[in-house]
């Protein structure tokens, strides 16, 4: 699996980072830092972007990739998805998934959400643009902070299709 992974804002970037050290060995990510993410480290088995670069192969909608996710998503980023303003590679990329009707799976780490957030979102959402914002699970009991960011992590990763094992899941009890 080819997945393009938007680390975007300064706040909350070690979910992005917690995202792309639990991604499995099959699946292959792409990176794109905005400027204000670039605290993240450099990982072994991500190929890195610059931002800046909208020429790079994952601007194409001809670049074979599976899906696509923003953690954390800023409100400016997502406003700009929500607009269809493509003026940097994970403005570009979110784009392409758009319209090539590929998952696309934004996580919003700004709260309150204004009325204009909520818009975007839902204007987003009627597109089929995944909206999951890091929610933590409080009945999955939790203890520390690594705890909840594998369970959000893994929460993300279930809606695209990711298998993982970083949090227990709800047990059914045979009849």
Known sequence: MRL???ITGASGVQLGQRLVEALPAEVTPYLILSDHARSVARHEKAKIYD???IGAPIASGSFPSDAMIVAPCSMNTLAKIACGIA???VTRAAAVMIK???PLLLAPREMP???IALENMLKLSRLGVLIAPPVMGYYAEHETLEEMERFVVGKWFD???IGHDL???WRIEEA
Request: glycine fraction near 14%; avoid cysteine; charged fraction near 30%.
């Open 100 to 102: 090539e009707r590929r």
């Open 87 to 89: 003026d940097n590679l």
């Open 51 to 53: 931002n800046g670069d």
């Open 159 to 161: 809606l695209l299709g």
């Open 113 to 115: 959400f204004s009325a």
């Open 4 to 6: 393009i992974v938007g």
């Open 167 to 169: 949090y227990q899941r």
